[in-house]
Nanobody, 120 residues
């Protein structure tokens, strides 16, 4: 099963940009019908979908975060990245990357999650 690993800064100041990268253990990032998600969980709250990039490079963003979110990929490195601009303390959360197999209609692999704190 493919493995995912998040990396990036764990502490971001308000108004700055949060940047995270997810490294995929194989070259399935461009495999047909696979989708690659960023999901977060604020303290004491449930999971929130931030957005995704699919096998063709098309993106989808949560309407509530769309104006501040960018998701991109580097297929040569088997990586996809999240950039969330103008962060506020409410963006503090554990951030996860995850894979979704369209053929199975289910999430497959998840990264272990990385804590990001927005604080001055």
């Amino acid at each position: 099963q493919v493995q995912l690993q998040e990396s990036g800064s764990g502490l971001v100041k308000p108004s700055q940009t949060l940047s995270l990268t997810c490294t995929v253990s194989d070259d399935s990032i461009a495999t047909n019908n696979y989708y690659w998600y960023w999901i977060r969980q604020p303290p004491g709250k449930g999971l929130e979908c931030i957005g995704r990039i699919d096998y063709s490079g098309s993106t989808y963003y949560s309407p509530s975060l769309k104006s501040r979110t960018s998701i991109s990929r580097d297929t040569s490195k088997n990586q996809f990245s999240l950039h969330l601009s103008s962060v506020i303390p409410e963006d503090t959360a554990v951030y996860y990357c995850a894979s979704y197999a369209g053929s199975m209609a289910s999430f497959g692999s998840w990264g272990q999650g990385t804590q990001v704190t927005v604080s001055s």
